[in-house]
């Protein structure tokens, strides 16, 4: 195990800010990782664990702690009756996973395409689009308990999903080393969502006789045009989570934003595009704070133009959740996690 110090984290992450890791190490295999928690617990170090950083702002002053990076790769896919699981590595790439499934004609992440990230990072937010969520085909979760140094398995009921979140995220107690998933052969499309069946209907591509990559190629295509690349936009994609309010509260409001939309989840609440809000009630779509600003296209994305502080990034999320909560009464949490002292 080689242990770098005050190693840069802002060129890690996609949002580029932020200053250094007091202690870094890359880990390739489990054993690997056992060293690293045997070290930070000898040495009393906090840990942080980096996957592809597209979900993270660090710190101006940076994390002062170990940060692993988790680089365990490798892809496992067994056929079983009408599908497939497939085990991959904490450290694969989200979204060449997806490709290497729909490769095989296998169903259920399509619609989870070009979401940037790590196969690690997917069961910790429970990422989701379009309709479809990973605990929808999410089988186990293999994972490191941080304090113990120990491996335990997780079935789907023990990662406790909620919307964007998991058992994961919540106890921040374990470091995730594989997952596996069952994936179908059967077609099994999701098309409910209006944007989909818009850009399905433009591209002529049959419900009939869609295939798993055309459905990848419709989510791509919408996905390209509403949200910038972080190849060359810095950013960590949607910002803050949409938020759910009870219904009661919802048609409260309606009574004075009538064109609010509104998406009946669980009984009673409903999911509010925050997009939406922040575009029309605080009229802060293009808000900025030094160089951040709220993306152009998607009010609910924050990107900079190469020059913002992580102080920055902070100073406009409060001004986006205090205009949210004045104007409108919800209490809004950031998707993104905060990384060090802030
Ligand atoms: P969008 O499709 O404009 O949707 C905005 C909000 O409305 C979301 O809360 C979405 O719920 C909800 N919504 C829209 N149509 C719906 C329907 N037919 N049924 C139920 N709920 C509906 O959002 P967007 O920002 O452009 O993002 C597109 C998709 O990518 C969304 O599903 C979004 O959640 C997802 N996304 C996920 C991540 C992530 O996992 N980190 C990051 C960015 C975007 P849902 O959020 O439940 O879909």
């Not at 080393?177 to 989909?196: C, E, F, N, Q």
């Amino acid at each position: 195990m080689n242990i770098l110090e005050h190693i840069p984290l802002k060129d890690l992450t996609t949002m580029r800010v932020g200053g250094t890791a007091r202690f870094f190490t890359a880990v390739r295999n489990e054993s690997e990782l056992e060293e690293a928690l045997r070290y930070a617990k000898a040495h009393s170090l906090a840990i942080f664990v980096l996957g592809g950083g597209s979900n993270i702002v660090v710190s101006d002053a940076g994390f002062n702690g170990l940060v692993i990076k988790n680089e365990i790769y490798g892809c496992e896919f067994r056929d079983e009756e009408g599908g497939a699981l497939v085990t991959a590595g904490a450290g694969e790439s989200w979204d060449g996973l997806v490709e290497a499934t729909l490769q095989r004609g296998l169903w259920g992440i399509e619609n989870l395409s070009y979401i940037p990230g790590t196969v690690g990072a997917a069961p910790v937010q429970n990422i989701g689009a379009y309709g479809v969520e990973l605990k929808d085909v999410l089988e186990r979760v293999r994972a490191y308990d941080i304090e113990t140094g120990e491996a335990r398995e997780f079935d789907r009921g023990a990662c406790t999903f909620s919307y964007r979140s998991s058992y994961f995220k919540e106890t921040k107690k374990y470091i995730i080393t594989s997952v596996t998933l069952r994936l179908k052969k059967d077609s099994m499309p999701k098309t409910d969502y209006a944007g989909i069946a818009q850009e399905l209907a433009d591209s002529g591509y049959g419900l009939e006789t869609l295939s798993p990559e055309e459905m990848r190629r419709t989510v791509i295509a919408i996905r390209k045009r509403k949200l910038p690349d972080p190849s060359e936009t810095p950013t960590a994609g949607s910002f803050f989570k949409n938020p759910e309010v009870r219904e009661t509260v919802y048609k409260k409001l309606l009574e004075t934003f009538p064109d609010m939309p509104g998406f009946p989840t669980k009984e009673g609440y409903v999911k509010i595009p925050l997009a939406w809000i922040i575009e029309h009630v605080c009229s802060m779509k293009g808000a900025r704070a030094g160089d951040a600003h709220m993306f152009e296209k998607h009010a609910l994305v924050m990107v900079h133009g190469g020059g913002a502080r992580a102080s920055d990034i902070q100073a406009l999320r409060e001004r986006i959740e205090g205009c949210v909560f004045e104007q409108v009464g919800i209490q809004i949490e950031p998707e993104v996690q905060f990384i060090g002292a802030f």
